[in-house]
Every structure is written in structure tokens, then in C-alpha cells.
């Protein structure tokens, strides 16, 4: 039985008065018997990770970044390190955005190089797949998500496959409002985990695949229920204590 995981992707919002009073509001907000269930994680920018590591020290909560390098230091102006996250205080890092790949030009082999330095460094990776919508319209949505997944995994034994989240967010659904159906987003959960099924069939059982893409309080439900979504990653929704706190309580 797979324990459910919300990860809250706040991307590049929020004020260090505005994020205390959100998480605040988070860990007050999702009761104790929600984090027997479900796992909670949120994900701030790089320049508040230390903050908001401190202020949710003594709670269950889990503070990851939105991205890392794949290096582990030296002349890279701009880049965070993954041994400078956990330094921080995180245990996750959010790789492969769809963001990052569209906006940043970042490719499969960038992916995997960082999964590999996150594992290394004994932080979790959460590792983004997801078709954009001309792919999806071409019938193509299954083997662009099932290539992406094996190139970001590529070489991992299952010991290090049991460490990996995936979340799978079609390009089409992240901020649009528009929702992939239950039916939708589970046809692609079952696809990847006969992938990971290939990799090692131990360690595909243990795998947490997160779904994201326009999750809401209101549709949270539906798509929690199916069986190959394990949770969620959360992009909008989780700027509001309220909505994200929902969302928790949905997967529990
Ligand atoms: C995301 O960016 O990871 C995301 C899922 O965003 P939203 O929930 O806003 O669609």
C-alpha cells in the first residue's frame, strides 16, 4: 500500500510575510490524523527554501525546491547545488517542470543527470513527465510520457528506483483550468507504471506516480480515487492555505 503524497509547487510566488502567514496556515490546517495518511510537501522558491525549512522544522511537512543543478559545485553562476538544498533543509526537489524543459530548454539527459545528483545526495526527486497537447491530439500521449520517465531513470537499480516520485502533468493541464478526467489522467498512471514495472517490478509496486495539472479542492477527489494516482502536485491551488489543505485531506 502506497502512503499518499501532496506536494504543494508554490513556482515563483510569494513574499517571506506572505509565505509565513501560508505556512502557517498549512501546518495548522491538516490535522494529525491527515499526515498519518497522506505525506505533505511544499515547495517554495530557492531564496525562502531556509526559511520556510525553519518554520516547519517541528511539524511533518516536507520542503523541497522547484528545480537543482545537476552539478555538484564549482563555476556555475545562477545554480543551487543539491547537497546546498539539503544544507537548507530539504528532502525534495521538483525536476523536469514542464516550465523548466519549455521555458529553460531543459532535456531528458539534463533530467537524469539531476535525479542522479539528488539521489546522490539523498534528496527525493520528483520527476516531471507530461505531453503537450498537440501530442496528446496526435495519440502520442502515452509513448512521449513513457520516454521521458525512461530517460530520466535511466541506469537506476530498484534500490534507487524506490527513492523517485514521478508526477505526471500534461503540459495542457498545468495552469490552464483545464483538468485531465479521472479516466484521463489514470490510462497514462497505469502506462507509467508498466514502465516502471519493467524497470523492476518491486519497485514500480512502491513508486509514488503524483498527478498535476489544475488540481483542485473540487476535483481533487475524483482523480485521488483512481488507482495509479498516489497524490498530487499542486500548483495554484497551493497558494491558498484553504484550497491546499483540501486537497490534503482528499488524498488521505
Ligand atoms: C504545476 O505547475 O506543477 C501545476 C500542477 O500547476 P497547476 O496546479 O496550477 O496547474
Not at 10 to 25: D, F, T
Not at 55 to 65: C, K, M, P, Y
Not at 169 to 197: C, D, F, M, Y
Request: proline share 2%.
Amino acid at each position: 500500500m502506497r502512503k499518499a503524497l501532496v506536494i504543494g509547487n508554490w513556482k515563483m510566488n510569494g513574499l517571506q510575510a506572505r509565505n509565513a502567514e501560508l505556512v502557517a496556515a498549512v501546518a495548522s490546517g491538516v490535522a494529525d490524523e491527515t499526515f498519518a495518511r497522506v505525506d505533505v510537501g511544499v515547495c517554495p522558491p530557492f531564496i525562502y527554501l531556509q526559511a520556510v525549512a525553519q518554520q516547519l522544522d517541528d511539524t511533518a511537512i516536507a520542503v523541497g525546491a522547484q528545480n537543482m543543478s545537476q552539478h555538484a559545485s564549482g563555476a556555475y553562476t545562477g545554480e543551487v547545488s543539491a547537497e546546498m538544498l539539503v544544507d537548507a533543509g530539504c528532502r525534495l526537489v521538483i525536476l523536469g517542470h514542464s516550465e523548466r524543459r519549455s521555458l529553460f530548454a531543459e532535456t531528458d539527459a539534463d533530467v537524469a543527470g539531476k535525479v542522479n545528483a539528488a539521489l546522490a545526495a539523498q534528496l527525493t526527486p520528483v520527476v516531471c513527465v507530461g505531453e503537450t497537447l498537440q501530442q496528446r491530439e496526435a495519440g502520442d500521449a502515452e509513448s512521449v510520457v513513457s520516454e521521458q520517465l525512461l530517460q530520466a531513470l535511466a541506469g537506476l537499480g530498484a534500490e534507487a528506483l524506490e527513492q523517485v516520485v514521478v508526477a505526471y502533468e500534461p503540459v495542457w493541464a498545468i495552469g490552464t483550468g483545464l483538468t485531465a478526467s479521472p479516466e484521463q489522467a489514470q490510462e497514462i498512471h497505469r502506462a507509467l507504471r508498466k514502465v516502471l514495472n519493467g524497470l523492476s517490478a518491486e519497485a514500480a509496486d512502491k513508486m509514488r506516480i503524483l498527478y498535476g495539472g489544475s488540481v483542485n479542492a473540487a476535483n481533487a477527489d475524483a482523480l485521488f480515487a483512481q488507482p495509479d494516482i498516489d497524490g498530487g502536485l499542486i500548483g495554484g491551488a497551493s497558494l491558498k492555505a484553504e484550497d491546499f489543505i483540501a486537497i490534503c485531506r482528499a488524498a488521505a
